[in-house]
């Protein structure tokens, strides 16, 4: 997730509304920041590694000349948060300069073709083939907008663009497929943007620009969308919009929690793009392993729980998930070099986590990294590590970042299982196939259980405490449930693997206490149905999460939330765990607290 930003002015310069443009956006990423203007036929480039504030003390990026421009914030996916890699990028010509956000996954082919005709790449990102592509079809004879299209047509992954060439100096022309774009029109000027709160203080009249679209902006505040792929214009008029400033930078929802819940199908699709290279490397070290640990601490913690039944069902390999603060206690001793440690951490800068990674690096274990943060501790000290490209998260609880978690794990399993060759290949193909619609599953769920869950969390707001129950890897999904629900809205939780609850926790219950049940349609499904019927026996209410049309469940429930059907069971965490987000999100409201200030709570926790 990165944000772009573009302008064209009646008067005056574009840098410094460019800048002031990409501050908004700063929620998007802040690993480096890069403008690129025009004037005179000159193109201008400032960037830098670090955060806004800081490039802007360093080289004053509202310094620069011109009344047209782009720039771009950066959250690093492909290449180290360094200068080099920072946007914008530009041609061999130094003509044509380029901001992105998306992942280019074909970038190491076009790469690799462009340098043998001669190109020379200055940075490690997948964004740079993009102007150099632009530069072969302006040295074709194509106008800038073709160039773009041309240039398009051969980009698989998701892209937002904003190209701007010293060749047509007073255009800015834009492509987007599934990354956000919109533009803002204002009296004589003209902006374009990754969403409509980086140009709300300038103009509250937006233009959504949909995938598969180019779009020019000319001065003057005119512009021209065509479809990319016939070539045919598309007329569309601005819209108003009408949101406040807060609102704005929550994008229209009243709280982050919320706005990254729904951001999930975005967040997975993302994951669906990861470089092959690190995800093989890895495999390649968890097949070599003497004995695997997956180690985190509270939500990181559940994804390698998760993990460890993807592992062993999937590559018949065991791995031990282990909460990182007890790590050196539990294991300490035992590890060796023959251990492989797989870390998971959003931040990267989890304090328990870099204690457990720094006494197994003394022990001389391999050290491997999954994150959503490049250049935090956790990628300097892995030996190899893999960025979840889930994008900022704000919201203290940790919802979107656990079903990118997720999702990248089921994709080493599943890599590691072909490599071992121990599922089938057809098993294989059809699991990388429902993978592939798990972002539009994740989406239906959105749209057609949110009003429900509003109901439950109404029905039980009251209630003293939960139960959250699973059997195999949904217990991993309980457990995520349970915490949600505790730390946002403070009722106590209780998760268990639901065979473990009839050997004591059953003694809770009594009329009336809620008891979720996490029952996708697996092998667990049968034995699930009894433990329901121990609570049901004992007057608990039953609230299940179950796949769509399951009447057997739906039968025994007191209430019930559903799932798109056909979801395999090793895929199945990362989707039944959204209902329980939600219901976590509208409790907290129910009871009149803040689910973005959970009390005690940090983003990062970095003591120990
Ligand atoms: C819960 C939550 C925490 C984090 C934990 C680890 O919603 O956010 O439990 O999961 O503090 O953080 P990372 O993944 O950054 O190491």
């Not at 533009?183 to 995938?211: H, M, Q, R, W």
């Not at 492989?340 to 003394?362: K, Y």
Request: glycine share 6%.
């Amino acid at each position: 997730m990165c944000g772009i930003f573009g302008s064209i002015m009646k008067k005056g310069t574009a840098a410094p509304v460019i800048h002031a443009g990409l501050k908004r956006l700063e929620y998007r990423g802040y690993d480096s920041v890069g403008q690129a203007t025009i004037d005179d036929g000159k193109l201008f480039i400032k960037k830098d590694a670090g955060k806004i504030d800081d490039v802007h003390r360093l080289l004053d990026l509202d310094a620069m000349p011109g009344m047209i421009g782009i720039g771009h914030t950066r959250w690093a996916t492909h290449g180290a948060p360094y200068k080099v890699n920072a946007h914008p990028h530009t041609d061999c010509a130094e003509e044509v300069a380029v901001v992105h956000n998306g992942i280019i996954e074909s970038f190491a082919e076009l790469k690799a073709e462009l340098e043998a005709h001669g190109h020379v790449f200055k940075s490690k990102t997948d964004t740079e083939v993009v102007p150099h592509l632009v530069e072969e079809g302006l040295k074709n004879g194509l106008s800038l907008a073709e160039a773009v299209r041309e240039a398009a047509k051969r980009l698989d992954g998701s892209y937002a663009l904003a190209v701007v060439s010293t060749r047509e100096p007073d255009k800015i022309v834009c492509a987007r497929k599934e990354s956000p774009l919109v533009v803002g029109i204002n009296e004589g000027e003209v902006y374009c943007a990754s969403d409509i709160p980086a140009f709300l203080p300038l103009t509250k009249k937006a233009l959504i620009i949909e995938d598969g679209e180019l779009v020019v902006l000319n001065g003057g505040s005119s512009y021209e969308i065509r479809k990319l792929s016939d070539w045919s214009v598309v007329p569309r008029e601005p819209e108003v919009v009408d949101w406040n400033p807060e609102m704005a930078e929550k994008q229209g929802y009243p709280h982050f929690m919320l706005k990254e819940i729904y951001e999930q199908a975005d967040t997975l699709r993302n994951t669906l793009r990861l470089q092959n290279q690190f995800l093989d490397l890895m495999t390649e070290f968890l097949d070599r392993a003497g004995e695997v640990f997956l180690v985190a601490c509270g939500t990181s913690y559940h994804a390698c729980l998760a993990a460890s039944y993807m592992f062993s069902k999937l590559a018949f390999l065991a791995t031990h998930p282990i909460i990182a603060s007890e790590f050196i206690e539990q294991h300490g001793r035992s590890v060796n070099i023959d251990s492989t440690i797989l870390f998971v951490s959003q931040s990267g800068e989890t304090a328990d986590t870099l204690a457990a990674l720094e006494h197994a690096r003394l022990r001389a274990a391999t050290v491997l990294g999954l994150t959503n943060v490049i250049a935090s501790t956790l990628t300097r000290l892995a030996r190899v590590y893999v960025c979840q490209q889930s994008g900022p998260a704000i919201g203290v609880a940790a919802t979107k970042t656990f079903t990118s978690q997720l999702s990248v794990l089921a994709q080493l399993a599943l890599r590691l299982a072909k490599k071992r060759g121990k599922v089938s290949h057809v098993e294989i193909e059809f699991l990388e196939k429902k993978l592939e619609h798990i972002p539009e599953f994740a989406e239906t769920i959105l749209k057609t259980q949110s009003d429900k869950i509003t109901g439950l969390a109404q029905k039980y707001s009251k209630s003293q405490c939960f139960f959250y129950l699973g059997r195999g890897i949904s217990s991993a999904t309980a457990s995520e449930g349970r915490l949600k629900l505790m730390e946002i809205s403070y009722v106590p939780s209780i998760a268990y693997p639901a065979g473990e609850s009839k050997h004591g926790p059953i003694s809770l219950i009594e009329p009336g206490f809620p008891v979720v049940f996490i029952c996708p349609k697996d092998e667990t499904h049968r034995a699930v149905v009894s433990n329901i019927m121990e609570m049901k026996a004992r007057g608990a209410s039953i609230i299940v999460v179950c796949e769509e049309g399951d009447d057997e469940i739906k039968r025994y429930a007191d209430d019930f939330i559903e799932v798109p059907k056909g979801i395999p069971e090793i895929l199945s965490p990362i989707l039944y765990v959204i209902p329980m987000q939600l219901f976590a999100y509208y409790m907290a409201l129910e009871r009149g607290l803040n689910p973005d200030m959970p009390r005690n709570l940090a983003k990062s926790v970095t003591v120990k």
